[in-house]
Each structure stands twice: as C-alpha cells, then as structure tokens.
C-alpha cells in the first residue's frame, strides 16, 4: 500500500481532458439500464453479516418520475437492538485490528466504489434527482474520503505516540507535582475507539456523506449501525450498496450493519442505548440538537460528530469578476435544485453593480434546463418530494407578500411525475424570516449594500457559519473578509461555485456557530481523532 500519498478521483475531469466526454456519457448511460434491471425487489437488512427480513416493509420512488426502485425493512426498535448488538459483539477484535489491516481494508473499498461507481451513480441519480455531473461526483467524493482517512492513518501511525522523561539522579522521599524520579518513566499516548458508532445518513448525499462518516467511525477502530434516509426521503438502495461494496472489500461481519426504517425508531434507540457510544449524523439543525439533549437527559451520554446544516451567503463587490460571481452564485444556489446544506441562499451586492448582476443572474437561471436528470443535458431535476414543494410553494407565496419575486417561483410541467420547480430569485428584507431559516429549495435572496463592512455584517447576522462566498479583486476587501467571516468553509472567486463543492484534501468541510458540533471538518486532517478517544498510558522502570 503507498504510504502518504492521495489524489481525488476527479472522474469526468480526467474523461474531459482526456477527450472521452462521450465514453463518460455512454458508461453513465450503460449504468441507467443496468440500474433499472434491479428496480422492484425486495431487499432486507444486514445484522452481523446475515440478511434478515420480517415484518412490514416500506416502498421506494423515484423522485423523477415515481418509479418503484424497491421494498425495504420497516425495521423496529427490537432490530435495532440486535444490530447495535452484534456492532457491540465485533468490536473488540475489530478494535483489536492493526491500524495499517484497517488502512488497507479500507484502500480495498475505495477500489470497489471506484469498480461500481457508474451503477452507483445511476441509482443515486434515480434516488434523489441529481443529475449525471453531480451523482458521479458524489461517488467521487466517496472514494476520495476512503482513501483520505486510510492515507491519514496510515502518515499518523495510527494516532499513536510515545513520550519519555529520563531518570533524575535525585531522588525524594515523598512524591508531588513535578517530583523527580530515579526511575525511567515512558508513556504511551494513544487514540482509542468509542465502541459502537451510529450512523445517520441524509438523502442529499447518500453516497458520499454516508461513506464518508461510516468509515471515520470505522478506519478508527469503532463499529457502525448504519441508518440511510428512510421516511420521507428515501435513498435505501444507495445505502445496500455501501454495505455491498465493504462486504465485497472485506470489512468483517458486525463491523458494518445496515439497517432501515425511521428516525422515530431506529434512529431514537441509536441515541438512548447504552451501548451506542457516538452518534454520526448529517441533517438539520432541530433534530441534531435534539438528539443530543434526548441522549444526555436519558444519561446515556456520547460522542457527537454532527453537522447541521446552514444558510449560506455570498459577497459579490463592485470589484468582482462580474461572469465569474454570475456562474458561482447560480450554480451555488439551484444545482440540485439548493437542496444542499452548502447551498448559496442570500447574496449581498453592491448596490451600483445590483441591477445589473440581477439582469445576469436571471439570464443564467433561465438558461439551466430543467427535467429528467438522467438526461445529460439537464442541470436541475425533481425537488425531492412533496413536503419540499410545499416548502418551496409557500416562501414563494411569502416573499410576494412581504417582498419581490424577480424571476422563478412556478411550476414546471415536464411530463413527469415528480415535483419540478423553476430556480427561484426574490428580495426580501434582512429581518424576513426568509433571510435566517434554512428552507433546502432553489430560492435565492438577493439584498443591495452600501459599505462592505456592512456586507459582512449581514452576512454574519444568523446562527449558521457552513459556507461564505467572496466576489472581489479588492486586496483589502479580501482580506477583510478572511478576518471576519463566520464560516467554516469559505470561498474567494471560485468560478464555479460561490459556496458549494468542498473537495477531499484539498478543502476541509466544517460548520461554525449552529452548524456543526465540534468545529472539525470532514476531509480534514482533523476529522479521525474526533472518532477516538486519547488515553496516556504511563509505564515506569
């Protein structure tokens, strides 16, 4: 296995510069067909490496075109019980398993993913709506967390370390703080597993946020229960094939379980069991801290690596590269119709470039096709489902009231049935509730300033701090941004997205204020010790 060495799997980039752009479309195409094949059958969940089916079952659509994918478990708490169960069973030899066994099993699956990535990525695009680009890059982003963390473990020998202090010549008749000893004292530091990690996965990013955790958990030495999104927005099958792919790379039986059904359920017994020691969870910013103040107040207290969303903003100043802020805004805002966690949903302009960024803003959202997201053509698909169209229709509805709508905010009848919405730009004012709540749709507000300082201020005025765009040729402006900015991810001229597209090694993607539990991001050096806990273990001779 190479040592300290990564790069990002980059999948279309290098079909693009290598001029296979029709091979990349024809392999994705292949994919779809292939997909399909397997839609309509009925799947179990995996305890212990055993497929188990009982009970009631739930029913999976596609939010293109509502097309059964697939029947999954309804599991029930008492499933749930058995799943944490046999993660507790395997973890001590998996704890147990060197740290470089661990780096290379996990190498394995990174070239699995890779194996599967089209037929992956085919039925991400079915699952949630994302078009080609975004699913392959999704798959991506996967692989390149798989052997991120193996790289990591293995350049920081497992987060182990050892410390000694030299015998003293001295020597006193009683100990104290600081006492020298005749004795050689040596000392082990070493990161040591929680035990039994539950993991809890959103729709938007199935794949990737899904590997990306379970595997932080695992790499380190901890065992996983693995719930994907299974109530309103369903990305199950998606979820099978992560635990089909580490099967297939040779992660023993226990270490992974995967397991489906709701929150209210499964999820809940993840938090209040005694013998789940962690909780690994992606989604909004309520049910996040719920979870953590139901954990403590049922003194089952645990680890949290949690990131909860945000409401991102972006700058764009009277000295930026107009095309450029134009291109990263929109695409930061309606690819994947917004419903990222990342997504740019306030932009400030100076108010003598305003109309004019508006007129190209309105341009450029009326250019994007919107449709089957198969279809490579298309850059906006379906919304995820209904309850994201009511949400859609009715900040619609609120900012006509209390503001302007300036493009968007209708229906799109495409011949399909799922929920199609045009990308969505209003102007509201910055005490609308539209300005602070994370809605996860394509809309878009846009507010004028004055003085950059003031730009900052507003940006920084909610409880969130995921991601901030910048917009400047300005030396100072930039600089003034870099010191103040509330966010954890932050952006400056990106050409192709304001605030979106974190990418392994090359970006942490991490959440300040209300967005994360923490403060370390994923894709980030810092990420696995979060999994872990420190112990010193002293030995004198």
Known sequence: MAKHTFSNESTFRKFLEQGK?????????????????????????????????????????????????????????????????????????????????????????????????????????????????????????????????????????????????????????????????????????????????????????????????????????????FKPSSTDNMTMLTGLKIYECFKEAGIPDGVFNYITGPGSEIGDELVVNKDVAGIAFTGSRTIGLGMMVKAYGANTPKAFIVEMGGKNPAIVSRYADMDDAVTGVASAAFGFDGQKCSACSRVYVHESIKEQFISKLIEKARGFKIGNPLEKDVYIGPLIGEKAYATYKDAVERAKASGRVLYGGKIVNTGLNGYYVEPTIIEVRSDNELMKKELFVPILAVQGYKEFADAITEANSIEYGLTAGLYSKNTKEIRAFESAIEAGTAYINRDTSATTGAIVGLHTFVGWKGSSIGGKGSGSKYYLPQFMREQSMSLTK
């Not at 749930?80 to 993660?87: F, L, M, N, T, Y």
């Not at 600081?178 to 050689?184: D, E, I, M, Q």
């Open 21 to 225: 752009e029709d091979e990349f479309h024809s392999l994705f195409d292949n994919a779809v067909q292939e997909a399909r094949r397997e839609f309509g059958k009925a799947h179990g969940i995996y305890i212990g490496g055993k497929e188990v089916r009982e009970g009631s079952t739930i029913t999976e659509k596609s939010p293109i075109n509502g097309e059964i994918i697939g029947t999954f478990q309804r599991a029930n708490r008492e499933q749930a019980k058995k799943a944490i169960k046999a993660a507790k069973d395997a973890s001590h030899s998996w704890s147990a398993t060197s740290y470089k066994d661990r780096a290379r099993m996990f190498n394995k699956a990174a070239d699995t993913f890779s194996k599967h990535k089209f037929n992956i990525s085919a039925i991400l695009s079915y699952e949630n709506g994302k078009s080609r680009y975004e699913s392959v890059g999704e798959v991506d982003e996967a692989i390149d967390f798989l052997r991120y963390y193996s790289n990591e473990l293995i350049i920081n020998k497992g987060f182990a370390r050892k410390t000694m202090m030299e015998e003293s010549k001295s020597k006193v008749g009683a100990g104290f703080q600081g006492a020298p000893s005749a004795r050689k004292e040596s000392v082990t530091i070493r990161m040591v597993p929680y035990g039994v990690f539950g993991v809890i996965a959103p729709f938007n990013f199935p794949v990737s946020i899904s590997t990306g955790m379970s595997s932080g958990a695992m790499i380190t030495g901890n065992t996983v229960v």
